[in-house]
């Protein structure tokens, strides 16, 4: 079971109270109507899916009710950090695989 | 290949059954085949059974990094029906039924399927209307699929608490009878045995790490065991699809997700039929041997840990008693979990990819085992003929680009 620590509430709470979103940091064009049907097929449809470090969104759901951003490895399930909308992520495969942790 | 019969079960009863021949070969790998299937679990084995079989193509490896269906395959909860809402899933799901029905005797080899009839639960007024356009969708198919009402159900599954002071009350359900479930083992042993003696070697602890590909044309594996080459490489990794597609230099429209089964300490038989329903999100079934085989919803989250959260596994028995009461102090035995591949719209991918020679058959994520003859068949004449079978094409991955999605989320309404 996991530990989520809110970066709005500023608390860690139980699992139970959030869901997962998926991938963080896709924005959405900017001139929809512009964009290919691979543009906008990648945009909707495509993600990374890494067996690793996975940078993505969760939602406290039976809380604040507040999207934030996760840093999280997909197999261990270790969270290394929680990080408001809008901000970027300290941690990150690169930065690991460097030697930082 | 030695076949198995009732009189050879008395004759090597004889010699304390201890000559009966290995099921298949441990064969090292040639230098080239003319294809290579990544992957034996049910879906691939089934793909190389099927290339040997129909399209005489026998210069075959299945190259697996474990051991064979050790997968997704020895994690199902073995479902099988072919009740999907849209025309192209239906008729692949169907393809697949019609194999089944025949399967034992084809491959000389007890698969055990059990045609007990799957019900899906309805609990409101709007469940029942989709109950009735999935009956009659399928019926426009040529699909067997019924509408029971409340009193048919309860007298079917007298188990199941049809009372009205339930908190979400059955108020009828839909059963495809010629549904039911298999032995997934068995399914993936008999289409290795099948396979290998039509000549396909099966090479197990042996990772595929690498496409090697030259101009955008598949040139063979890498593999811990060093290249192997091929002009043609089926692809079917279930959950680790996606990891493969960047190895390849693609991405896909998939995301893996944990799914977790459990299964209980074995009761007498109380249950001869699969149970599932969408509203409350629970799936039950009772095992020959008598356990309770129960089913999860998958983690929200990304994971390739095979491994779920425990709080979907108290919202699964939760479900599980409201509708089986009776079952509420039956013990759990084991629990598990497989990564399974989810899709967009809940359907799979069997498709060409952006490298020439390279395909792909993967994306059936929390439902495929059901598919896994028809799955196998489809892209063994996609693989030979090097162009999508009629039935696959409609699951090529442009259809995230065109838009003709198909939409089976409600048919798939629950992790099966
Ligand atoms: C808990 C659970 C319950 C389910 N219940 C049902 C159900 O009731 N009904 C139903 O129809 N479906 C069900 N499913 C889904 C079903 O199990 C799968 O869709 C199906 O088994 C997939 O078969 P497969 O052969 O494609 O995958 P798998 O059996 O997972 O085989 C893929 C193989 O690829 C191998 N592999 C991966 N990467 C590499 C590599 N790099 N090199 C070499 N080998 C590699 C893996 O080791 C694995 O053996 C369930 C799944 C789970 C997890
Ligand atoms: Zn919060």
């Known amino acids: 079971m996991l530990h989520i620590y809110c970066p709005y509430c500023g608390e860690n709470r139980d699992q139970d109270e959030f869901k997962a979103k998926g991938e963080a940091h896709i924005s959405r064009p900017l001139d929809p109507m512009g964009c290919t049907d691979q543009q906008w097929g990648d945009y909707m449809f495509f993600r990374k899916n890494p067996r690793g470090v996975h940078h993505e969104m969760w939602y406290h759901v039976a809380g604040c009710r507040k999207f934030f951003n996760m840093t999280r490895d997909t197999v261990t399930y270790r969270i290394y950090e929680t990080y408001k909308m809008g901000e970027q992520p300290s941690v990150t495969a690169e930065s690991l695989a460097g030697g930082q942790s | ?416």
């Open chain 2, 1 to 416: 290949m030695q076949r198995f019969s009732g009189f050879g079960l008395a004759k090597h009863a004889l010699s304390h059954h201890e000559n009966w021949q290995r099921m298949w070969r441990n064969p090292t790998p040639k230098k080239e085949y003319d294809v290579i299937i990544v992957g034996g679990g049910g879906h691939g084995l089934a793909t190389a059974y099927y290339l040997a079989k129909e399209h005489g193509i026998t210069n075959v490896a299945v190259i697996e990094k474990g051991w064979l269906g050790g997968g997704n395959t020895a994690r199902n909860t073995t479902i099988v029906r072919s009740n999907y809402l849209w025309d192209e899933a239906a008729h692949l799901y169907e393809h697949s039924m019609k194999l089944w029905e025949g399967l034992s005797q084809d491959l000389n080899y007890n698969v055990m399927f059990s045609s007990r009839g799957v019900y899906h639960l309805c609990h409101t007024l709007h469940d029942l209307r989709e109950g009735e356009r999935l009956v009659h969708a399928n019926l426009l198919n040529g699909i067997p699929n019924e509408m029971l009402d409340k009193d048919q159900v309860a007298r079917e599954i007298p188990a199941l608490n049809c009372g009205k002071n339930a908190r979400y009350p059955v108020m009828g359900a839909t059963v495809q009878r010629r549904g039911g479930v298999a032995r997934h083992d068995a399914v993936a042993w008999g289409f290795a045995r099948g396979a290998d003696a039509l000549g396909v070697d099966l090479i197990q602890q042996t990772e595929v790490i690498g496409f090697r590909q030259s101009n955008g044309v598949i040139e063979g594996v890498e593999t811990t065991r060093g290249f192997i080459a091929a002009p043609v490489v089926g692809c079917v990794t279930a959950g680790n699809s996606g990891v493969m597609a960047q190895q390849a230099g693609f991405r896909l429209p998939l995301e893996s997700h944990p799914l977790q089964a459990l299964v209980s300490e074995p009761i007498k038989p109380v249950l001869d039929c699969v149970v599932m329903s969408n509203h409350v999100h629970g799936y039950v079934s009772q095992s020959d041997k008598g356990d309770l085989v129960i089913g999860a919803g998958i983690d929200g989250y990304n994971g390739y840990g095979q491994r779920g959260s425990y709080n979907t596994i108290e919202h699964t028995l939760s479900a599980i008693v409201e509708m089986f009461p009776v079952f509420s102090r039956v013990r759990m035995n084991r629990q598990w979990g497989g990564i399974v591949d989810t899709c967009p719209d809940a359907c799979p991918i069997i498709s060409a990819t952006p490298v020439k020679g390279l395909f792909f058959n993967c994306g059936w994520g929390t439902g495929g085992f059901k598919a896994t003859p028809g799955s196998g068949n489809v892209f063994a004449a996609t693989l030979a003929k090097r162009e999508a079978h009629p039935l696959a094409k409609p699951f090529s991955m442009d259809r995230f680009y065109s838009g003709a999605l198909i939409d089976e989320h409600g048919a798939a309404g629950v992790a099966h």
